[in-house]
């Protein structure tokens, strides 16, 4: 859905989606499963500028690997967005300013408009957790063999090995044989 400035001029833009599962893509690892819900409301900020905020929520489930087993893990996202664009350029015909706190809140966009769909997909990965896991107690994959370890431990030692000590063993050795 692409909500323009000249609409915006006229008035406020309510808007109501239902993205069907799959259509937004994200990278090879997540994907969207289950319809993206999104409501709210764009509205020009500025008419000079051409600034836009949008704001609303949305409600989503996506799928990816657990980062520690990589067994495929269900994340329910319910998520809340303000946010604001300035158009393009804006931002190129400033010179090397100071940045102050509230820009680094602002997006950009290009053109005479914005693409809903690529602020929602935004929204999604910004409310993603640094890591994705199946349970807190996950016990991941063995480095050695490759078991998943939450279906079946495995026989694998896996001794932690410090090579600062090296060089102090080597000596230790080389003393005890002049001895």
């Not at 999104?38 to 690997?65: F, H, K, W």
């Not at 893990?73 to 303000?82: E, G, K, M, R, T």
């Not at 820009?103 to 994705?132: C, T």
């Amino acid at each position: 859905m692409l909500i323009t400035l000249q609409e915006l001029q006229l008035h406020s833009v309510r808007f109501t989606v239902d993205i069907p599962a799959g259509e937004i893509a994200f990278d090879n690892k997540v994907t969207q499963s289950s319809v993206l819900h999104a409501e709210g409301v764009a509205e020009l900020v500025s008419y000079s500028l051409g600034d836009i905020r949008l704001r609303g929520n949305l409600q989503v489930t996506v799928a990816a690997p657990c980062d520690r087993c990589l067994e495929p893990v269900a994340l329910p996202i319910q998520d809340a967005f303000d946010l604001v664009y300035t158009p393009a350029s804006e931002a190129s015909e400033g010179g090397e300013e100071e940045i102050d706190d509230a820009a680094v809140e602002v997006g950009f966009y290009e053109g005479n408009g914005i693409q809903l769909n690529d602020v929602l997909r935004e929204v999604i990965l910004l409310a993603l957790p640094m890591q994705l896991v199946c349970n807190e107690g996950c016990k991941g994959i063995c480095p050695i063999c490759g078991q998943n370890r939450n279906q079946r431990e495995c026989a694998c030692q896996t001794a932690a090995a410090d090579d600062r000590w090296n060089k102090l063993k080597d000596l230790r050795t080389e003393i005890g044989q002049r001895h």
